[in-house]
């Protein structure tokens, strides 16, 4: 791991293979920091953690909020693009699996022909991608691209509420939510937990 870190803080060119690890070091580290079952509600700690950490090796980053870069009335939850230059953008949010764990707890209620709440983007993801979605689930992260930005966009945008029960849904397009996704500029938070370490030897 030091040596990929070094590669990245030097500007230096990495593998696909190299950032797969870095990037599956990140999900570990932070797996271990929250020792969460769920990750229920720590969207904005699992940001804050991986964001800063980076921000260490000069990544860029777009900290992003669903009713911000998507839709508002939708479901609330931070994630994290990062630019890893000739390897490309990645989504990064190993938070999401909690839609997984709570899919159950997700239900759609109408008051007067009125979207109060909806079903899970974990629902919604399954109808749209099950594929990607699996992969995104045991990983964490995935490439961002048109594809897996409609999964990931589109899972959060169905969960619009304050619509009325005749509303038809458009999805909205992969290249669309790549260009939202890009303007992420949201506060870092931080928490009294421990931050992932720079050059540990792993």
């Given at each position: 791991?030091?040596?990929?870190?070094?590669?990245?803080?030097?500007?230096?060119?990495?593998?696909e293979?190299?950032l797969?690890?870095?990037?599956k070091?990140?999900?570990?580290?932070?797996?271990?920091?929250?020792?969460?079952?769920?990750?229920?509600?720590?969207?904005?700690?699992?940001?804050?953690?991986?964001?800063?950490?980076?921000?260490?090796?000069?990544?860029?980053?777009?900290?992003?909020?669903?009713?911000?870069?998507?839709?508002?009335?939708?479901?609330?939850?931070?994630?994290?693009v990062?630019?890893?230059?000739?390897?490309?953008?990645?989504?990064?949010?190993?938070?999401?699996?909690?839609?997984?764990?709570?899919?159950?707890?997700?239900?759609?209620?109408?008051?007067?022909?009125?979207?109060?709440k909806?079903?899970?983007?974990?629902?919604?993801?399954?109808?749209?991608?099950?594929?990607?979605?699996?992969?995104?689930?045991?990983?964490?992260?995935?490439?961002?691209?048109?594809?897996?930005?409609?999964?990931?966009g589109?899972?959060?945008?169905?969960?619009?509420?304050?619509?009325?029960?005749?509303?038809?849904f458009?999805?909205?397009?992969?290249?669309?939510?790549i260009?939202?996704?890009?303007?992420?500029?949201?506060?870092?938070?931080?928490?009294?937990?421990?931050?992932?370490?720079?050059?540990?030897?792993?």
């Open positions: 791991m030091k040596d990929i870190e070094n590669k990245i803080l030097n500007n230096n060119k990495i593998t293979q190299e797969e690890i870095f990037l070091y990140i999900i570990d580290s932070v797996d271990e920091i929250v020792n969460h079952s769920n990750y229920e509600n720590q969207c904005d700690l699992v940001q804050g953690l991986i964001g800063r950490y980076l921000q260490k090796l000069n990544v860029t980053i777009y900290p992003c909020i669903t009713n911000k870069c998507i839709a508002s009335n939708v479901i609330g939850h931070s994630f994290l990062a630019d890893f230059k000739e390897n490309g953008l990645y989504i990064i949010d190993p938070s999401f699996i909690q839609f997984l764990y709570l899919d159950h707890t997700y239900e759609e209620l109408y008051i007067k022909h009125i979207r109060i909806s079903k899970s983007p974990f629902y919604y993801a399954k109808e749209i991608n099950p594929k990607l979605l699996l992969s995104f689930l045991q990983k964490g992260f995935m490439k961002l691209n048109e594809e897996s930005a409609f999964l990931y589109n899972s959060f945008y169905r969960t619009l509420n304050s619509i009325d029960d005749q509303f038809v458009e999805d909205i397009s992969g290249k669309d939510l260009s939202q996704f890009l303007k992420g500029n949201e506060l870092l938070r931080k928490y009294e937990y421990p931050e992932i370490e720079l050059n540990k030897n792993k």
